[in-house]
């Protein structure tokens, strides 16, 4: 079965950290493109980072120097790490994979706030 499963998220409080994992399962992990998404109420959902097959990151401009996407092969999983946390990065995270087609993760809050 073909599926993404995200752990992590919650309530943080502003300038904390916060880790997300996307553990993938069905497909072939390593040559897939890898990506965070996130979607606040009344908002699109935007990018927030993405990690290649390859390793390569690229990052929007409003987390860049605070936020890390990585990814561990052998284990299936891409993880998020978010650091100096802001009231405006509260939103639904997303997880997705990308080939041919995409696949999305469930989702889960992260909700930044003193």
């Known amino acids: 079965q073909v599926q993404l499963v995200q752990s992590g998220g919650g309530l943080v409080q502003p300038g904390g950290p916060l880790r997300l994992s996307c553990a993938a399962s069905?497909?072939?992990?390593?040559?897939?493109?890898m990506g965070w998404y996130r979607q606040a109420p009344g908002k699109e959902r935007e990018l927030v980072a993405i990690?290649?097959?390859?390793?390569?990151?690229n990052y929007a401009d409003s987390v860049k120097g605070r936020f890390t996407i990585s990814r561990d092969n052998a284990k299936n999983t891409v993880y998020l790490q978010m650091n100096s946390l802001k009231p405006e990065d509260t939103a639904v995270y997303y997880c997705?994979?990308?080939?041919?087609?995409?696949?999305w993760g469930q989702g889960t809050q992260v909700t930044v706030s003193s």
């Open positions: 069905g497909i072939m992990f390593r040559i897939y493109t």
């Open positions: 997705n994979a990308q080939r041919a087609g995409t696949i």
């Open positions: 990690i290649t097959s390859c390793g390569i990151t």
